[in-house]
């Protein structure tokens, strides 16, 4: 599935192995011998040190905000979790709940680290470019729009380098709490053919996931999912379509009324 | 001054609780709580307790260091809240160390006019009994030296001393999660995080 | 705290609970409803008793009084119960109970007028006869409590209303003990006297033939407990006559004489003479001008109507309209009598009578006891008694509201007094030669009295006060409020601290007495700035216990009452009244559960799951808890984890029904365990045999449910995930570690 063709390397704000890294975390996935040498959460009897002394805990949050990391190399990892997930699937279905729950835990901590490195950086415009409030140090997202602001514009340039392409709210009266991210091509996706016959299927599922995180992590309950919205210009064209759940619209109506932004 | 650090999950769930003294001022770094025989479930109890606060707050305040939002009075327990972006809570409850009878006494003479409106219904001298314990003095007088955070909780010295304090445990906190081995929801148990906690602590508090 | 997996903890059974004493005071309040609901009738009835005479029939003067009819409202009001109607009206959110009311109810009538009661030897004679050790006083000291049918008052801008409730409270002025009682120095202080009265109620409590039903079944946190009521109601009843405020100063007096007397009118006259000017006269800092009363008491067993009909028509003309004649059998009457009827209880009876057993509420069962009247005695001192208030009491209060009003107040508002805070010395009411500017202090009027503490009755601050507190029985509460808001600077220019302290009081609670104005957030502020200002007066300044204990104790209910934003403050005076240490070791008890019924009575704001405080309450509940546990009552012990229980479960039923902070989980089965192993004790009970029932205390479970506890539950768990889980585990138990403070 995964055709690495160049070896571009592409700002993706990524680290590099030895970071904890969204990329880095799907090592979980592995088989457990990896874990054995888990070197920071036991309890201290067990505890291991790296041989240069260096835990997490010394390393800068912002070393790597701006290295980059090999497109192959996630191309190639992806292609992985992917065919991971396929494993005893039983359907496309099954297949985009796995992905999504593997994107989930993702979006959660993408979330404390976007309001870290705002925080910390001053010359950073990351968080205030899009997001409604520009003061510093943000403010978590109350309100669904400046959630989906900071899905938009921050967590999208944080993942993928850029904004995404489009943020749009469900015209129908029945489905107020639906609302739609657009992305022309999805990174995820640039190297994953989907055969015919599962045409219905788009990886950029754990994408959905990873927003999924992110909303949840704020307090928005919501169900995250992609779907393909193919133009003759964009025929990667993805939809993120997020249905946020009732104790959040009750909840809007509440901070509607109370002023809350 | 003696502190009780907690961090919660969303769901309540204690992720990682330390006890520690002020270090400034000549201060050793170990907790005195006023009742020491009922400290460890009280400080629970009145920490617990504050979340109906931190829950209303939270979501009328986007900031994430939310300030002083709760005081408990019978034991003169203060709990500032700071809130991470995806849901955990640092939770620091800060108890001033017990004044002397005397001094307690001159502090709520400086005034029936300037004692506090609404919110802070404090200073008192007198004792009685809960809990098996006598009730605590409360010196939130402005009059007793309010430069040193040790003296007066609610003081904006204080404020910004623990809004530093939580920003650093935030960024170890956040380095924690960042590891791939950390689900959300899991006791923090690494010593390394626990000594960085300590040291931010005997640097801003 | 309950998951299904645990026992129950011990339920009270029914038989819990609060004491007879508590049980005979429901049926107290019982017959003086069906008390109240006869009313009517019989009234009615003895309005058309032509054997009456020449007296005008008591209820139709009431009713055809003309200023009250002219009053569009008075009718109409009287179909409906205005009190309860408006205020709740009023009230800011939908999360107040029928509690509220009923302590708003009984703080109110607790400020009610004082109307002395002066017999002669011979009328104290024929009560004594009737078998009434107390006296004329004694027999209509309960009547007074409750008058019957609706009691009209006009307020300060000419608008009537209707009271159901409305009461006065009978003192003796002719007995042993001298009127207002001194502090005797034998006899512990008021607050001591609660604290035994209510440790005797608790040992009522355990004899298990007196046990009734702890009303736990109209629990929730917010109706009141008995033993919480009655801790009210014997604050409110210590008999404290002080120069500072004036509600205890008798308001009016009855002079009575009986239809034997040989001399009646010399009778009336001395007795008049006695508490003018002879050794019956109250104190010098009691305003001597109130309200004289007359009244024949004729004996329908052994004299002549006649006669004591002309007697009566002769006092009319001698003394004027406030004239009465009662007309009693001075048979004694038991309960085999056919036209028998018991005799209410007092229901404000002071902590001293209550510990003497005097007016003790009847404690055994047994009907001996009791007193008993004619079903026509009952009625003819109803009649007289609402007589009495509506037509006398009622009218001259209102009257001397108005004048003071006029003469007092009104200059006080004026220009002058708005412009120049030290007006009155220009005013010149009091004409005070000391008006020269005396510097930093402020004006000092020189009417306060230093050195015995007290104003004379007749100078500008006194009356003030008199005529607030007067606008504040009759329930203008408006009128009152800015009344002592007038007079809140003149005392502490003066250092009369205790009138500083009441007056701030008094302000406070008459602001929050009032139903229409419903205090903003900032008008909290400022009735919380004069509670502290009264708190810290009466408490510091003047070490008066029972007055700082009694305003904290009124602010809390009030403030509660209220709802909303002003719960929290309500719970924050209860704190301070602990902290204080103005409560004994029962009143502590009470007072968290007072303070966990505060919390409980905020409700979640609809649609969102923040705003109620059910943490904080359920809290207080355990901290009761333990402190009734540690007062050896295990089965009220059992009844606050219980309400604990019920006001956490909607905060832990995310956790499944257990504390996620292992100490508190630990804390509270520790506290559950001691508290059925006290109690099966305290029945006598095998321990050993029942403690198998008890689910062993297992914090492990605890800590085993903090790991499994998914951020969210929309997905699944990632087996892969839970493998790791299961990892962690097998490495130890998380918990194991765990740092104690």
Not at chain 1, 34 to 59: E, H
Not at chain 2, 108 to 127: L, P, Q, W
Not at chain 3, 540 to 562: F, G, H, I, Q, Y
Not at chain 3, 564 to 592: C, F
Request: proline share 7%; hydrophobic share 35%.
């Amino acid at each position: 599935m995964s055709q690495p063709r160049h070896n571009t390397m592409l700002s993706l704000s990524r680290t590099t192995s030895n970071t904890p890294s969204p990329a880095e975390k799907h090592h979980q996935h592995h088989p457990s011998q990896q874990i054995q040498s888990a070197p920071l959460s036991s309890p201290s009897p067990g505890l291991r040190v790296p041989s240069n002394r260096k835990t997490i805990y010394d390393r800068h949050l912002n070393r790597s905000r701006n290295s980059e990391l090999s497109r192959a190399s996630f191309a190639f990892l992806f292609g992985e979790m992917v065919t991971y997930a396929q494993r005893r699937v039983t359907g496309i279905q099954d297949l985009e709940k796995r992905l999504n729950e593997q994107g989930y835990p993702l979006g959660l901590r993408l979330l404390d680290l976007l309001f870290y490195r705002t925080i910390s950086s001053s010359t950073s415009s990351a968080l205030s470019s899009s997001s409604s409030t520009s003061a510093s140090p943000p403010n978590r997202p109350l309100r669904i729009l400046p959630l989906l602001h900071l899905i938009h514009g921050p967590l999208w340039r944080l993942l993928f380098g850029r904004a995404a392409d489009a943020l749009e709210h469900s015209v129908s009266p029945e489905t107020p709490n639906e609302y739609m991210i657009t992305d022309n091509d999805p990174m995820v996706n640039t190297y994953i053919s989907v055969p015919r016959e599962m045409s219905m299927l788009n990886c950029a599922a754990f994408v959905a996931g990873i927003i999924e995180g992110v909303c949840d992590g704020c307090g928005f309950e919501t169900k995250v999912t992609a779907h393909n919205q193919p133009t003759e210009l964009w025929p990667g064209r993805t939809i993120f379509l997020l249905r946020f759940g009732d104790s959040v619209m009750e909840r809007e109506k509440v901070l509607e009324r109370a002023g809350v932004k | 001054m003696s502190y009780y650090f907690t961090i919660l999950s969303p769901t309540d769930a204690p992720l990682f609780n330390i006890a520690f003294g002020t270090s400034k001022s000549g201060g050793d770094g170990i907790a005195r709580f006023r009742f020491p025989d009922t400290a460890q479930y009280m400080n629970q109890f009145i920490i617990h307790s504050s979340l109906d606060i931190v829950e209303e707050a939270q979501w009328m305040n986007g900031n994430m260091y939310l300030k002083h939002i709760d005081t408990y009075p019978p034991a003169a327990a203060f709990i500032s809240a700071f809130l991470a972006p995806s849901g955990a809570r640092f939770l620091l409850l800060h108890q001033p160390p017990q004044l002397p009878t005397a001094g307690s006494a001159a502090a709520a003479s400086t005034g029936v006019g300037a004692a506090a409106g609404s919110g802070s219904v404090s200073g008192s001298s007198g004792a009685s009994s809960l809990l098996g314990s006598s009730f605590a003095a409360t010196a939130s007088s402005s009059r007793t030296s309010s430069s040193s955070i040790a003296a007066n909780p609610t003081s904006p010295q204080t404020e910004e001393a623990v809004r530093q304090f939580m920003n650093e445990v935030y960024e170890n906190y956040v380095k924690t999660v960042m590891s791939p081995f950390y689900r959300q929801g899991m006791e923090i148990r690494s010593p390394v995080f626990r000594t960085r906690v300590t040291a931010a602590g005997k640097k801003w508090l | 705290m309950t998951s299904p997996g645990d026992a129950a903890p011990v339920k009270p059974p029914p038989s819990f609970s609060p004491g007879v004493a508590r049980a005979s005071s429901t049926s107290r309040y019982s017959t003086h409803a069906s008390q109240r609901r006869d009313s009517v009738q019989s009234l009615d009835s003895n309005h058309v008793d032509p054997s009456v005479g020449p007296s005008p029939p008591p209820l139709s003067a009431t009713t055809e009084l003309p200023i009250r009819s002219a009053s569009p409202y008075a009718r109409s009001l009287r179909s409906s119960t205005p009190q309860l109607n408006r205020s709740s009206l009023a009230s800011p959110d939908g999360g107040r109970f029928e509690g509220a009311e009923d302590v708003r109810s009984l703080i109110i009538r607790a400020f009610s007028p004082v109307v002395g009661v002066y017999a002669s030897v011979d009328t104290d004679d024929l009560v004594h006869q009737k078998g009434f050790p107390g006296g004329f006083w004694g027999l209509i000291r309960p009547f007074g409590e409750d008058v019957p049918g609706k009691i009209v008052i006009r307020d300060s801008v000419g608008s009537s209303r209707g009271w159901e409730d409305y009461g006065v409270r009978f003192v003796d002025l002719g007995g042993q003990a001298r009127y207002p009682p001194d502090a005797t120095p034998g006899q512990p202080p008021p607050l001591t006297q609660i604290d035994e009265a209510l440790t005797k109620d608790l040992e009522a409590a355990e004899n298990p033939l007196a046990r009734t039903l702890r009303p736990k079944d109209l629990a929730g946190a917010s109706t009141i407990s008995p033993l919480y009521k009655d801790f009210l109601h014997q604050l409110l009843s210590i008999p404290s006559a002080t120069p500072h405020e004036t509600f205890r100063h008798p308001v009016a007096s009855v002079i009575a004489i009986s239809s034997r007397n040989t001399s009646p009118l010399e009778t009336l006259r001395q007795l008049y003479a006695d508490t003018t000017n002879g050794d019956r006269r109250l104190p010098e800092w009691i305003h001597p001008e109130y309200l004289r009363y007359y009244v024949l008491v004729h004996d329908e067993d052994r004299d002549d109507i006649a006669e004591s009909t002309k007697l009566y028509d002769q006092m009319k003309r001698h003394f004027g309209l406030h004239c009465h004649l009662l007309r009693l059998r001075s048979n004694q009457c038991v309960v085999t009598d056919d036209d028998s009827v018991e005799v209410p209880e007092c229901e404000w009876v002071s902590p001293a009578e209550r510990l003497s057993g005097s007016a003790e509420p009847l404690v055994d069962l047994d009907t001996d006891g009791r007193l008993y009247l004619f079903e026509s005695d009952v009625m003819a001192i109803k009649a007289f008694v609402r007589e009495l208030v509506a037509q006398s009491v009622i009218p001259f209060m209102e009257n001397r509201v108005a004048v003071w009003n006029d003469q007092v107040a009104s200059r006080r508002r004026g220009i002058s007094g708005r412009f120049m805070s030290m007006s009155r010395r220009w005013a010149g009411f009091g004409s005070s030669s000391r008006s020269s500017l005396t510097g930093s202090a402020g004006g000092v009027s020189g009417n306060y009295d230093g050195a015995r503490g007290f104003y004379r009755p007749d100078v500008p601050e006194a009356v003030l006060r008199k005529m607030a507190d007067f606008a504040f029985m009759l329930r203008d509460w408006k009128l009152a409020a800015s009344t002592y808001e007038l007079i809140r600077s003149d005392y502490a220019n003066d250092k009369a601290w205790k009138y500083h302290a009441g007056v701030h009081e008094m302000c406070a609670i008459s602001l929050l007495l009032n139903p229409v104005s419903m205090p903003a957030k900032t008008k909290l502020g400022d009735i919380d700035q004069m509670l502290d200002t009264a708190c810290y007066s009466y408490h510091t300044r003047c070490s008066d216990v029972p007055n700082a204990l009694r305003c904290l104790t009124l602010a809390v209910e009030l403030l509660k009452s209220r709802g909303g934003l002003a719960t929290e403050s309500a719970a924050r005076w209860a704190m301070r009244a602990m902290d204080l240490g103005l409560v004994g070791s029962i009143g502590q008890v009470l007072l968290s559960e007072r303070i966990s019924a505060c919390y409980a009575s905020r409700p979640p704001l609809p649609g969102v799951r923040w705003g109620a405080r059910y943490r904080k309450a359920g809290m207080w509940s355990v901290l009761a808890a333990d402190l009734w546990l540690q007062l050896g009552q295990p089965s009220l012990a059992s009844a606050c984890l219980e309400e604990a229980e019920h006001l956490y479960a909607s905060v832990l039923d995310r956790n499944e029904g257990v504390f996620p902070m292992p100490e508190m989980q630990a804390f509270v089965d520790n506290l559950r365990h001691t508290i059925q192993v006290e109690y099966l004790e305290a029945r006598g009970l095998n321990t050993q045999e029942s403690l198998d029932a008890v689910p062993p205390m297992d914090t492990q479970e605890t800590s085993e449910k903090l790991d499994k506890r998914q951020h969210r539950r929309s997905l699944v768990v990632n087996p892969l995930e839970s493998g790791i889980q299961d990892l962690a585990d097998n490495e130890g138990h998380p918990d194991d570690d765990f740092e104690r403070a």
